[in-house]
């Protein structure tokens, strides 16, 4: 199995990220560290170098995080992400949020932010890593115009089911189930009727975890994998392999 989406290289773990990623290792294939902007994107791409051959990076720019960026802040991430395009599997994490942010004008500053980052994913031929929180739809209906973003990951689908019927139908869009449908009756129900090979998983660490309290670590993916077992009514060992060969295939790794 392995983790599509979590920061790691976030200071949560600065006190012990060589255990974290051992207890990763003895249970998944890898797991992929998104940045959130300038400085966790350098952290990122260190961190994938110490862990190489297991920890993957992709560089983003977290539409909460970077709604009020200046153009030069928003410009320097742009430029990063050109210069180490070779060193990444994928730009994101990016997108727009609608959950945290009800402001219009900055709605709108999330979108021409979001919309730079997928021409860099067009022009580039590079997976998009979306964040994508009450703004599923539009991100969908904007990405109709971009024909050589090679494939489209929903990191932590939370749209409706009508919705991720259109996503499934699409060539080579994916959406990635978190530890949140360990504990989510509404994700349960959702991730029911997704087809599996339309399914990445992920964590999300330090987030998403079993309680408020805890720490998420990329392990733990192995909850969401028995979780999906359970409401795909499959082996565990097809959901691992299914979902482990999606992954492969979205990031090329
Ligand atoms: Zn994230």
Redesign the pocket.
């Known amino acids: 199995m392995i983790d599509t ?3 790691v290289n976030f200071k949560d773990y600065d006190e012990d990220r060589d255990e974290v990623v051992e207890r990763a290792k003895a249970k998944l294939i890898g797991f992929i560290d ?1 940045g ?1 902007g300038y400085e966790s994107n350098i952290k990122s791409l260190k961190q994938s170098k110490e862990y190489e051959g297991f920890a993957y990076s992709t560089f983003g720019f ?1 539409p909460v995080s970077s709604q009020n960026c200046t153009q030069k802040e928003l410009d320097d991430v742009k430029e990063q992400v050109i210069t180490h395009m070779d060193e990444i599997v994928a730009i994101g ?1 990016v997108g727009m949020d609608f959950y945290y942010c009800t402001d219009k004008a900055l709605r709108e500053r999330q979108k021409e932010i979001f919309l730079e980052f997928v021409e860099l994913a067009d022009e580039y031929k590079k997976p998009l890593v979306i ?1 994508g929180r009450d703004a599923e739809k539009k991100i969908f209906n904007m990405l109709e115009d971009y024909d050589d973003i090679p494939r489209v990951v929903f ?2 689908y939370g749209g409706s089911v009508k919705l991720a019927r259109r996503i499934a139908d699409k060539d080579e869009y994916y959406m990635s189930c978190s530890t949140q449908v360990c504990y989510s009756t509404a994700h349960q129900e959702l991730f029911s009727k997704i087809p599996l090979e339309r399914i990445l998983t ?1 964590t ?1 660490s330090p ?1 998403l975890a079993m309680t408020k309290e805890e720490r998420n670590e990329p392990a733990n993916v192995a909850l969401a994998v028995e979780k999906l077992a359970e409401i795909q009514n499959m082996d565990v060992s097809i959901i691992d392999e299914t979902t482990e060969a999606n992954a492969h295939h979205v990031f090329g790794i």
């Open positions: 989406h979590c920061h998104s959130f977290h994490e964040h990191h932590c992920e999300d987030y």
